[in-house]
Nanobody
Framework: QVQLVESGGGLVQAGGSLRLSCAAS????????MGWFRQAPGKEREFVAAMSWTGGKSYYADSVKGRFTISRDNAKNTGNLHMNSLKPEDTAVYYC????????????????WGQGTQVTVSS
């Protein structure tokens, strides 16, 4: 069992930045790929970014590429999503998730999820 807790969400103006954090506890996080997903009201949960458990591979949705950066510190059992140049369309609840399947992009591949943190970007 892996417990994930996100933090760092909030209200920010367009063009601003936020850093989301994901703290893992329980089973060691180190063997799990980490993903970030988001869900806006009335929309399906969508892939944002993911990183392999070694940290050697990272992937981004086209909509955030060049603006968001995913990172992790396995020694501290934490992960981060640095978000720059935020846009109103980035407004959503952001979720951290852990997977051992090797499919980075689909929510169904992730076994453990955090409770989510709200990010609101005002225009």
């Amino acid at each position: 069992q892996v417990q994930l807790v996100e933090s760092g969400g909030g209200l920010v103006q367009a063009g601003g930045s936020l850093r989301l954090s994901c703290a893992a506890s329980g089973r060691t996080f180190i063997r799990y790929d980490m993903g970030w997903f988001r869900q806006a009201p009335g929309k399906e949960r969508e892939f944002v970014a993911a990183m392999s458990w070694t940290g050697g591979k990272s992937y981004y949705a086209d909509s955030v590429k060049g603006r968001f950066t995913i990172s992790r510190d396995n020694a501290k059992n934490t992960g981060n999503l640095h978000m720059n140049s935020l846009k109103p369309e980035d407004t959503a609840v952001y979720y951290c998730a852990a997977s051992r399947i090797g499919d980075y992009f689909h929510p169904s591949a992730y076994k453990y999820w955090g409770q989510g943190t709200q990010v609101t970007v005002s225009s």
